[in-house]
């Protein structure tokens, strides 16, 4: 048992370091390279206006008529929910960590051109979505890839891919990130830890997705403004520190310098990848993911809510993930020897001690519950489109026990296999776009002309 175990281990790993590697990471970009240039660098020429409707309409009810089951920023919540997530805290100190301060402007630049990859994905999400059985909204990868490409086995495996991958990636390793940092900080039991995690989303989702939107919309901006002031605070301490923070990024972008060491050549290589890497995995550009909620809000256009789909990705990345990056390089820790959690953890209490590592044990502890609520409708949409909206119940069930067994330390080699699973997503949805870029450079030439 423990040999076969050791050999999906080794291919799980062989697997995964081609799906996290330069050629995915490349593809990745290029995507986002690709639309920007046909659009005309659209995130760039319309920025002022993504965020008039945006940012300036969070709260603003949508006009009638329009078809959908939650309004926009219901759907926008939902996904944010997802992708703001331990990515934004140990993900971002990771990069730091392995690849060097540069490392960040290379996540600056895997954002800058995935927030039109984001976009693409959820026009594309909301122009192919249908009605269930039960009357509600479907959408994404899974369906744009067989409505329009045809390719109903390659939706198959996009679904596969994402049903299971959720257990891992938004389930067990959330709810272990919590467990952890509470223990640390509170000296919580993960055990408890995990039963509470558990209990909680079970009234969550267990009400499907309005239930999540309505949670996912006011824990969201919560969330996020107090890990923003809580950075901010830091910054505003260190401020003298920030100009050089700034200058650190931009000199090691392209000449070596690690707080793990290594050659020269190799350091910026590492820095490039982790940078990417950690940009792509904190805000889900390629991966298919969150058009899976944003099929589901209401809408008069697939572009306009496109338009949230660039907004997601700079709230994500350029805001909430260089905010951790500007407080770990210029408190000085970033050299420290430490990553992950602990190294964001290291900087929140070197720049606020006392209440600095509570500040990002309470961010990882919503983070990574509002992740929890989005991956359980993101896992049992893939999970529908397999076998119908009947397993939507069960898939639920199963959910829960599992946030417990994370928390515990559990199962290691399933979310292992997940996060290769999570980023093997991308190859199918990337087909997807790619193959229907046409429709999508259509549609905002469409929409810029007749609605904006």
């Given amino acids: 048992m423990l040999g076969f175990l050791s050999a999906i281990e080794n291919i799980n790993g062989i697997i995964n370091a081609f799906v996290w590697g330069p050629p995915m990471l490349l593809l990745l970009v290029g995507t986002g390279v690709y639309f920007s240039i046909r659009t005309n660098f659209l995130q760039v020429r319309k920025f002022g206006f993504t965020m008039k409707e945006t940012l300036m309409k969070i709260f603003d009810k949508p006009e009638e008529g329009t078809e959908g089951d939650i309004t926009p920023f219901q759907a ?155 950075a901010l605070i830091i910054l505003i301490i260190n401020i003298a520190n920030v100009p050089a923070a700034f200058g650190l990024i931009f000199r090691y972008a392209f000449t070596a310098k690690s707080a793990v060491g290594g050659f020269a050549g190799s350091v910026v290589m590492m820095s490039i990848r982790y940078g990417v890497a950690r940009g792509v995995f904190s805000n889900e550009a390629g991966l298919g993911s969150a058009p899976i909620a944003h099929a589901a809000a209401q809408t008069d256009h697939p572009v306009r809510q496109g338009l949230w789909g660039i907004f997601e990705v700079f709230a994500d990345t350029i805001v909430i993930c260089t905010l951790t990056a500007l407080t770990i390089i210029s408190t000085g820790v970033w050299s420290s020897g430490q990553s992950g959690a602990a190294l964001t953890t290291a900087a929140f209490n070197q720049g606020l001690p006392g209440p600095g590592g509570i500040i990002v044990a309470i961010g990882i502890l919503f983070f990574a519950f509002s992740t929890i609520l989005s991956w359980a409708y993101y896992g049992e949409k893939c999970a529908e489109h397999l076998f119908g909206s009947g397993v939507n119940k069960i898939y639920r069930i199963v959910w829960l026990p599992l946030i417990v067994v994370g928390a515990i330390g559990g199962l290691e080699l399933i979310w292992d296999v997940a996060d290769t699973l999570n980023g093997l997503m991308a190859i199918p949805n990337l087909i997807g776009l790619l193959g229907l870029s046409g429709v999508v450079f259509k549609l905002t030439k469409e929409f810029f002309t007749t609605k904006a």
């Fill in 76 to 230: 926008l919540s939902t996904a944010l929910a997802a992708t703001i997530g331990t990515g934004n805290i140990a993900g971002v100190a990771t990069a730091i960590a392995i690849g060097g301060p540069g490392a960040i402007f290379w996540m600056w630049v895997s954002a800058f051109f995935g927030m039109l990859t984001k976009f693409a994905e959820v026009v594309l999400a909301i122009q192919y979505r249908e009605k269930n059985e039960e009357g509600s909204w479907v959408g994404g990868p899974m369906y744009y890839i067989e409505k329009g490409l045809g390719l109903k086995w390659l939706a198959v495996i996009f679904s596969v891919f994402g049903a299971i991958a959720a257990f891992g990636i938004g389930n067990m390793v959330q709810s272990n990130s919590v467990a952890a940092a509470l223990e640390t900080t509170f000296n919580i039991q993960p055990i408890i830890t995990g039963f509470l995690l558990a209990i909680g989303a079970g009234l969550v989702i267990l009400g499907g997705l309005k239930r999540i939107a309505s949670v996912t919309e006011k824990i969201v901006p919560f969330m996020a403004v107090f890990y923003i002031i809580g």
